[in-house]
T-cell receptor
Framework: KAGVTQTPRYLIKTRGQQVTLSCSPI?????VSWYQQTPGQGLQFLFE???????NKGNFPGRFSGRQFSNSRSEMNVSTLELGDSALYLC???????????????FGAGTRLSVL | DAKTTQPTSMDCAEGRAANLPCNHS???????VYWYRQIHSQGPQYIIH???NNETNEMASLIITEDRKSSTLILPHATLRDTAVYYC???????????????FGQGTTLQVKP
């Protein structure tokens, strides 16, 4: 079974631009969560989508947004990029079901975004 | 804020057992302990999780104290490929409002040496 796929793997943008990152979850998984990882702040939760609805949101400005499609694939968008948005962006998918081991989050390899 | 406390770094000799401690003194009765690891610049990898009983899988063993205030992840025969940052996470069970949110601390950097 294929794992979580994130595209692109690397991205270079300039300040003020916007960017869209994509995440394809493991087949059958219904939940997708997004995280930002920086050297200073570590791994921080951005938001979670389940059945095309945002179910949970972290403490990030409104420039960070996301969506989930009917096939569970998810995208996140960052508008008006700032230098501080340079980070590794990770997504994780989960079956999101009750039962032993059925809500484990499995991570993709991430998209490394550099803002110049 | 993370609900766990871990040592910043640890060393382990190749072939020996690596024992990684984690304190979670404020854990609630229905919260699980999860362990992930992250090899440099890759996505975190799930290792194991447990509620109150000790757990073992093909990667590791998880020992949770009876009062559930601390736990230890055991890698029985560490190899150089086990060098990574190990995260101990306390997580609410499925069905809770924050179930999709993992709160990562700074983790423990495990260096396995030849």
């Amino acid at each position: 079974k294929a794992g979580v796929t994130q595209t692109p793997r690397y991205l270079i943008k300039t300040r003020g631009q916007q960017v869209t990152l994509s995440c394809s979850p493991i087949s059958g998984h219904r939940s997708v969560s997004w995280y930002q990882q920086t050297p200073g702040q570590g791994l921080q939760f951005l938001f979670e989508y389940f059945s095309e609805t945002q179910r949970n949101k972290g403490n990030f400005p409104g420039r960070f947004s996301g969506r989930q499609f009917s096939n569970s694939r998810s995208e996140m968008n960052v508008s008006t990029l700032e230098l501080g948005d340079s980070a590794l962006y990770l997504c994780a998918s989960s079956l999101a079901r009750a039962g032993p081991g059925l809500d484990i989050q499995y991570f993709g390899a991430g998209t490394r975004l550099s803002v110049l | 804020d993370a609900k766990t406390t871990q040592p910043t770094s640890m060393d382990c000799a190749e072939g020996r057992a690596a024992n990684l401690p984690c304190n979670h003194s404020t854990i609630s009765g229905n919260e699980y302990v999860y362990w992930y690891r992250q090899i440099h610049s890759q996505g975190p990898q799930y290792i194991i999780h447990g509620l109150k009983n000790n757990e073992t899988n093909e990667m590791a063993s998880l020992i949770i104290t009876e009062d559930r205030k601390s736990s230890t992840l055991i890698l029985p025969h560490a190899t150089l490929r086990d060098t990574a940052v190990y995260y101990c996470i306390v997580r609410v069970p499925y069905g809770s409002s924050n179930t999709g949110k993992l709160i990562f601390g700074q983790g423990t950097t495990l260096q396995v040496k030849p």
